[in-house]
């Protein structure tokens, strides 16, 4: 899909504030920066997509890139870097897409909002700001 956005990190995320997460095993192998969801059946981090209810349940986003079966982190509630959202306001909407995990600045079939491009103020004066995740899901 065209409107992904892409991870600039490899196999990771920054986390700059992480206010509520979880750590739990991954049922499938996991990239950094997908948006996870609960497995129903076992209990564990699996992709979340936006093309129907039921995977759209969307907990959070994935700190880092794991294999099936390693513990992986996910944050519901923080802030995060390490995506190219330069094409993007401050204030807009980062969405969850139809591809498995991906992150768009579209909705996907079911409108999920991960969260919101917010200003990341830890440039040299007279910079432009960096442009960083504030992640909100269900919120």
Do not use: C, H
Not at 27 to 33: I, Q
Not at 44 to 59: F, L, N, P, S, V
């Amino acid at each position: 899909m065209a409107n992904e956005i892409a991870l600039t990190t490899a196999d990771r995320v920054e986390i700059v504030e992480s206010i509520v997460q979880m750590t739990l095993p991954a049922v499938e192998a996991v990239t950094a920066g997908m948006g996870v969801r609960i497995d129903t059946t076992t209990g564990k981090w699996t992709k979340a997509k936006g093309t129907e209810a039921g995977e759209a349940r969307i907990w959070g986003v994935a700190t880092r890139t794991v294999a099936a079966g390693g513990a992986l982190t996910a944050i519901r509630k923080g802030v995060m870097d390490g995506w190219d959202l330069s094409a993007m306001a401050y204030d807009d909407p980062v969405y969850l897409s139809d591809t498995d995990g991906r992150l768009s600045t579209v909705a996907g079939t079911v409108s999920t909002v991960v969260g919101r491009v917010i200003a990341g103020t830890s440039t040299t004066l007279g910079v432009a700001f960096d442009k960083i995740l504030s992640v909100e899901v269900g919120g």
